[in-house]
């Protein structure tokens, strides 16, 4: 049972074409997350949703959309793709709103997609 | 503005001795959570362990132990007999209180960890 998952795992794509990425979790989560990775390993959240509404929206080029169809489901979609968008995606899921713990919600992560532009 | 810094790009370590990872945070929320992640070469993101800003207590689970010093803002991770699986990046993160951290974790850049037959 894959607790989150992302299709495709590779997405091999020329400069200029719009792609997405899809992303899915079963484990009943309110929030869900997308997060980069470049070529260093560096990771920086991008796009936050709770229960269908964006709560976090980093400094990410508006050529980058996510769309949360429902809470299970955030997909990223990007438009006219460049060089530097190449790097890893994961997408990540938590339970934020009446959870006792608040600061122990442990982030479940997808198996990432790497991204090439050619 | 949150921050986690972690200085030590590459740590190599015998298998069954003990490694300590270093992370140091900065940030003015007064509630925070503090977590390691293992991503080996695989690419997976493996949550190992976490530590509340209010614990009393150094978490542990398992073989991962979390040297946490509040006054000096650090969460040190600590393996203890090094495995050769446990040769991966490890990532410290942070998640503050404030209403422009949501619920969003800081990552540092990660530490190497190559264990050694």
């Known amino acids: 049972d894959t607790a989150v998952s992302q299709t495709p795992k590779y997405l091999v794509t020329q400069m200029g074409n719009d792609k997405s990425i899809k992303c899915e979790q079963n484990l009943g989560h309110d929030t869900m997350y997308w997060y980069k990775q470049d070529s260093k390993k560096f990771l920086k959240i991008m796009f936050s949703?709770?229960?269908?509404?964006?709560?976090i929206n980093e400094t990410v080029p508006n050529r980058f959309s996510p769309k949360s169809p429902d809470k299970a489901h955030l997909n990223l979609h990007i438009n006219s793709l460049e060089l530097g968008d190449s790097a890893v995606y994961f997408c990540a899921s938590s339970q934020e709103m009446l959870s006792p713990s608040f600061w122990s919600n442990e982030q479940f992560f997808g198996p990432g997609t790497r991204l090439t532009v050619l | 503005a949150q921050k986690i810094t972690q200085t030590q790009p590459g740590m190599f370590v015998q298998e069954k001795e003990a490694v300590t990872l270093d992370c140091t945070y900065d940030t003015s929320d007064p509630s925070y959570g503090l977590f390691w992640y293992k991503q080996p070469s695989s690419g997976e993101m493996i949550f190992l362990i976490y530590?509340?800003?209010?614990?009393?207590q150094n978490a542990t689970e398992g073989r991962y132990s979390l040297n946490f010093q509040k006054a000096r803002k650090s969460a040190n991770l600590v393996i203890s007999a090094s495995q050769l699986g446990d040769s991966a990046m490890y990532f410290c993160a942070m998640r503050g209180g404030g209403e422009t951290s949501g619920s969003r974790l800081t990552f540092g850049e990660g530490t190497q960890l190559t264990v050694n037959p």
């Open positions: 949703y709770n229960n269908k509404e964006l709560i």
């Open positions: 530590q509340g800003s209010y614990d009393q």
